[in-house]
């Protein structure tokens, strides 16, 4: 499994690291950026099967970045982990193609209940 984690800040990066179930954690390829233009970057050259995405960074955000990557693969698998829980923000994401907003700080029991909703490889 190909796993990319993007948010501009290394502590929110780390905390979905750590939370993560620790079997997917040891087995999988991690990929991690901190803007929206390595997001689209990270996302061409890995294909990941799921992106962790935060809105709010520096250079290109998460709105911005969310579109490229749809439009590069219609089958991307972005969840949105952002502290920005406003309805309007969610329902842009939503209709951008996300498949969840998850609030910050995302916890393990819905990481798990993610990654256990996965199509098998």
Do not use: C
């Not at 997917?24 to 990941?48: C, M, T």
Request: no cysteine; aromatic share 4%; proline share 4%.
């Amino acid at each position: 499994m190909k796993i990319l984690i993007v948010d501009d800040s290394k502590l929110s990066r780390l905390t979905i690291l750590k939370r993560m179930p620790a079997a997917i954690k040891e087995s999988a390829d991690i990929f991690q950026g901190a803007n929206g233009v390595e997001a689209i970057d990270l996302y061409k050259e890995h294909r990941p099967d799921i992106v962790f995405l935060d809105l709010t960074m520096p250079v290109m955000d998460g709105f911005e970045a969310l579109g490229h990557i749809r439009d590069f693969d219609k089958n991307s698998r972005v969840h949105i982990v952002t502290a920005d829980i406003q309805t309007k923000s969610q329902e842009k994401v939503m209709a951008l193609g996300a498949v969840a907003v998850e609030a910050k700080p995302i916890d393990e029991e819905r990481l798990a209940e993610i990654f256990a909703a996965l199509p098998e490889s």
